[in-house]
């Protein structure tokens, strides 16, 4: 096996790397957190996801928490995202500029 390959799976251990340890960019100044409205698969509900926001899981949860102590609505975090229930899109972007992120809009 060359050397530049890396082990993914093993019939002896299984999965040796999981796809979690790359969702968090290395470099915070590149990334851009992303917002969006969803109501697919909530049952007709509204929803707002952030998304790719830079730091490990416990600023991940620290931000969640923020954000829904300021809008005053509930949420969860997993998975690298931030679910905050209702349509607040245009809210947590001026919120998440305010504390400093990069934040864009995205889809419609």
């Not at 698969?41 to 490990?56: C, L, N, Q």
């Not at 949420?75 to 992120?101: A, P, Y």
Request: include cysteine; glycine fraction near 14%.
């Amino acid at each position: 096996m060359p050397k530049n390959t890396r082990l993914v799976y093993s019939t002896e251990s299984g999965r040796i790397r999981s796809d979690s340890d790359s969702v968090h960019s290395a470099n915070l100044d590149d990334s851009v957190c992303r917002v969006r409205r969803e109501t697919k698969g909530r049952g007709g509900k509204e929803a707002t996801v952030i998304w790719d926001v830079p730091g490990g899981d416990a600023e991940l949860k620290s931000l969640g928490k923020a954000i829904k102590q300021r809008i005053g609505t509930g949420g969860s975090v997993k998975n690298g995202q931030i679910v905050i229930q209702g349509d607040h899109v245009e809210t947590i972007l001026t919120f998440l500029k305010d504390k400093g992120f990069q934040a864009k809009k995205a889809g419609g």
